[in-house]
């Protein structure tokens, strides 16, 4: 049984209807691109990831934090405060941690702990690399959205995800489209990550599983086409729906002066409004 009531997928449908918006904006806080007065205050990521939250919500279905530029930074107390931040002061807004992790079963119970308990993300991004076993444990946090790669944004995703699998030629992403929308998605909580660099396989991979979220990364900095990859992953008669399409670094790095915050927002709402239009 598909049981969706309550759950990751059911906040972004609410959040696509309500906010009238297929934008996910990203944080990547990179300290060399911070403006000069954040890059060396104590909780300088926490403040700017939070002025760009702020001054975005209301554009927005969705929060996506990258995990290793806080990690890699010692700030995932930031993290911490980051989504705490976001889920009480918008709690209608789904948060994607991006961590693309993939092990064992008894470590990915671990890493699940980590992103559902630890950060309170609603949704994180998983690697199906080492097959289903290893993607099972986020399935038991109930209602969590378990973010499938499938066919990612940068060039060489094509090494391996384009390679044939079947005696049909079948590439590997699609197969991976196949198993998620035929036996790895029991409990509604699986989406995939689709690149807007390629949306004739955005296009393939809706045929595929109907209905099931998208993340899409790869439009502004990556310079996917809005128009075409809207189309492409277009769900039959539910306009506005289906995608969560991210900008990270196109929206964070608007600006380095004193107005970030402000130059964010209005990047924000031309790609929001681009990707209505496309609509
Ligand atoms: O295929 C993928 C999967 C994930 N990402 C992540 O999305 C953002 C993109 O950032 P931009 O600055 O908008 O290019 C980043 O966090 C990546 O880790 C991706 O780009 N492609």
């Known amino acids: 049984m598909n049981s969706r009531s309550n759950t990751f997928y059911q906040q972004l449908q609410s959040a696509w209807a309500s906010q009238g918006s297929m934008l996910c904006v ?13 890059q060396d205050k104590p909780e300088g990521i926490f403040e700017f990831c939070r002025e760009i939250a702020d001054a975005s919500a209301d554009l927005v279905c969705s929060f996506k934090p990258q995990f290793a530029y806080f990690a890699s930074q010692r700030a995932e107390a930031q993290l911490e405060k980051l989504i705490r931040h976001l889920k009480d002061k918008y709690p209608h807004i789904p948060v994607i941690l991006d961590s693309k992790r993939g092990d064992i079963g008894s470590t990915a119970d671990h890493y699940a702990l980590e992103a559902f308990e630890r950060y309170g993300a609603d949704a994180i991004t998983v690697n199906p690399y080492m097959g289903f076993d290893t993607i099972e444990p986020y399935l038991k946090h109930t209602g969590k959205g378990v973010i499938v ?19 049909s030629g079948e590439p590997l992403y699609l197969h991976v489209a196949k198993l998620a929308a035929t036996q790895w998605n029991n409990s509604g909580q699986i989406g995939l990550v689709v690149g807007a660099t390629f949306p004739e396989e955005i296009a393939k991979v809706r045929a595929i599983v109907g209905d099931m979220p998208l993340l899409i990364p790869g439009i502004g900095a990556q310079g996917g086409d809005i128009e075409a990859t809207v189309k492409a992953g277009a769900v039959a008669g539910k306009p506005g729906t289906g995608m969560i399409i991210n900008s990270s670094r196109a929206i964070l790095y608007a600006s380095s002066g004193v107005d970030f915050a402000q130059a964010a927002r209005a990047v924000a709402l031309n790609t929001r409004d681009a990707l209505r239009a496309a609509s």
Not at 149 to 167: A, I
Request: hydrophobic share 25%; aromatic share 6%; net charge neutral.
């Open 26 to 38: 990203g944080f990547d806080p990179d300290p060399k691109r911070l403006p000069p007065s954040l």
């Open 149 to 167: 790669l499938c066919r990612t944004s940068n060039p060489g995703g094509s090494d391996l995800q384009f390679l044939n699998v079947s005696p």
